[in-house]
């Protein structure tokens, strides 16, 4: 609910009609291909009189070679004349169109690649402020409603108003009292415009805001479908659901009614200006006052002139959507990443694992710390062992040493550098992580060990598959390494996905290693070879296991008792049991009745 109400808040702020600055933005985007547009708005522009002469050619064929020196070869020439317009305004529209293209696919692409890469060297703490699916749209729609307006409406604008000037130019030149007459209809068209302008604006944000609400819902209940099922919520959900996609629906009825009144009502204008003029200009024809040829042609410019104000409300709804999607963009690439200040590289060669904890203070959000004066150290090649209540701070830790968030006070210090110092790069290629919630990636088996570090060799895969005995499951599918994994991995079981997850940790050979409740998911069997896997791979290397399973950390060198952030006890399992401390209290709990 409350991602929800962050969306509609989102979707409330956003969609003004025009932005300055924001189209500035758009246009530095557009600057490197300014030879595209530049080429598009000629071949515009060539268009624009290709469309233009077509009703003039008929004006001329009626008048100068039809009712006056009834010319037949003359018509013929004006016929193939009028021919070629049409073939060379079919050649030109389809260059313009796929140099357009080509250009707002390219900035497109630009613009999606810019967003992803931002994203990737945010912090953990940006994704907690935003929901996946949040992000995931201005990556997709958001960055495919600018190529509408890219495509769609930049320079198709300039044809707009090349065809309202010429059509102008061209009725003044040809009869200056039926252009008047024409003109009169303008000011309603005006009053229309902007009356349509402030309703679209309105009914755009109501769309907009519902639109927001049920992408949320749908977020929400897909993600957590399995609960609603086991509760049997399937009825008042869909309940919730059609509430919600009721308010969408009358507010996709309302952008219907106000889009769909002012297209017949700019073309009612149309026809009553043709009409007037059919009028006026039928008996100045009679009294040979005007030509009849002028006349037609009047009819013609006149429905070329309202053509670019019916497509109006298409290009202004264009235009706003692009402005509420660039809006949201910018937003995403104006949160600047937490500055790596890191300068020194890890000497992999010279890297023992030292880990040490001084008097670190940690807080999520200010004043609410979540490691208070916790001190601790990891000689190289020792195991350590954390245990506590939920909340007390463990996967806290892990995130520090990761340096996924920095620390308030205190200092961490890795072989004696303090881990602000150390490239966030450098630091991680030697850490590496077990966690309880295992995610798999989309391809093969093979892929999600390797996770596209060029230097893992196929043999290497192998190695430390049988390694950490998963080996033995994967050679049972029916393509071994090969193997599709679906979405998340969910054809493989919890017990399954972890072993893989030790593959990929030891298959990049980190120096430290960190299990987060590794093997919390797994079955008794599954948890006996990882218990044989353990000694081999926790065997010099530095290794820091979080675990409820107190049987997984017994032989550990050091555990460490941590509660309400910090630590209370530390010891080895048997000095613990001795001190008959919280540990000792914990270890009853665990194996009472057993």
Known sequence: MADQNLNQNEEEILGKAYDSKLMKRLLLYAKPYWKFFALAAVLLMAITVTDLARPYLLKVAIDDYMVRTQNPQAIVRIGLIYIATIVVGFLLNYWQTYILNYAGQTIIYNIRQQVFSHLQKMSLSFFDRNPVGRLVTRVTN??????????????????????????????????????????????LVVLLTV????KARTVYRRVRTTLA?????????????????????????FKEFTAINREYYKAGMNEIVVFGIFRPVIEMLAYLSIAVVIWYGGGEVINHTVE?????????????????????AEKYNILQSAMASSERIFMVLDTEPEEDRGTLSIDSNAFKGDVEFKNVWFAYNEGEWVLRDVSFKIPAGKTVAIVGATGAGKTSII???????EIQKGE????????????????????????????????TIRDNIRLNEGGISDEDILRVSQYVNAHSFIEKLPQDYQEEVKERGATF???QRQLLAFARALAFNPSILILDEATANIDTETEQLIQEALARITHNRTT???????STIQHADTILVLHKGKIREMGSHQELLANRGMYYNLYNLQYKGL
Request: no cysteine.
């Open 142 to 187: 958001d960055t495919e409603t600018l190529n509408d307006m890219y495509t769609n409406v930049l320079v198709s604008l300039l044809k707009d108003v090349f065809i309202l000037g010429g059509v102008i130019i061209i009725l003044f030149r040809l009869n200056v009292r039926l252009a008047l007459i024409t003109m009169t209809i303008i000011p």
């Open 412 to 443: 961490i210090l890795i072989d004696g550098m303090s881990i602000r110092d150390i490239q966030k790069d450098s630091l991680r290629r030697h850490v590496g992580t077990v966690l309880q919630d295992v995610f798999l990636f989309s391809g």
């Open 544 to 550: 820091l296991v979080i675990a409820h399973r107190l």
């Open 399 to 405: 995130n520090l040493i990761n340096r996924f968030y």
């Open 213 to 237: 609400r049920i992408n949320s819902a749908l977020s929400e209940n897909i993600s957590g479908i399995r609960i609603l099922q086991i509760f049997n919520k399937e009825k008042e959900n």
């Open 292 to 312: 009849f040829g002028v006349l037609y042609a009047f009819v013609n410019y006149i429905n070329q002139f309202f053509q670019p104000i019916n497509d109006l």
């Open 493 to 495: 079981s919890s017990g």
């Open 195 to 198: 009356l349509f302008r402030i």
